[in-house]
């Protein structure tokens, strides 16, 4: 008989996507907060680099998991979300 287990890490999924809009809400308070300024500029670019070097933790504390699984294509998918959150701050 073989063993059976559930290999969907949805803990995974769910913190990947907590980091995106995390990364999100942080954007946006600070394009209210300080509009037009550098400063918004620079803080997008400093939590951009803190929501990426949490995805990448959290892609080696899951075991590098395949695209193809629940987890690989949730921190891929908060990956590309998040690069493409922090395109219109950085640009002005």
Same mark, same amino acid.
């Given at each position: 008989?073989? &063993?059976? @287990?559930?290999?969907? &890490?949805? @803990? +995974? %999924?769910?913190? #990947?996507?907590?980091?995106?809009?995390?990364?999100? +809400? %942080? %954007?946006?308070?600070?394009?209210? +907060?300080?509009?037009?300024?550098? #400063?918004? @500029?620079?803080l997008a670019l400093a939590f951009t680099v803190i929501a990426l070097a949490a995805l990448a933790w959290l892609y080696l504390r899951a075991g590098k998991p395949k695209l193809g699984s629940v987890a690989g294509l949730g921190l891929a998918i908060a990956t590309v979300g998040t690069l493409y959150d922090s395109v219109p701050p950085l640009i002005g």
């Open positions: 008989m073989q &063993d059976f @287990r559930n290999h969907h &890490d949805f @803990r +995974t %999924l769910t913190a #990947a996507f907590a980091i995106w809009a995390a990364h999100f +809400t %942080l %954007l946006w308070a600070a394009s209210i +907060t300080f509009p037009g300024a550098i #400063a918004a @500029r620079w």
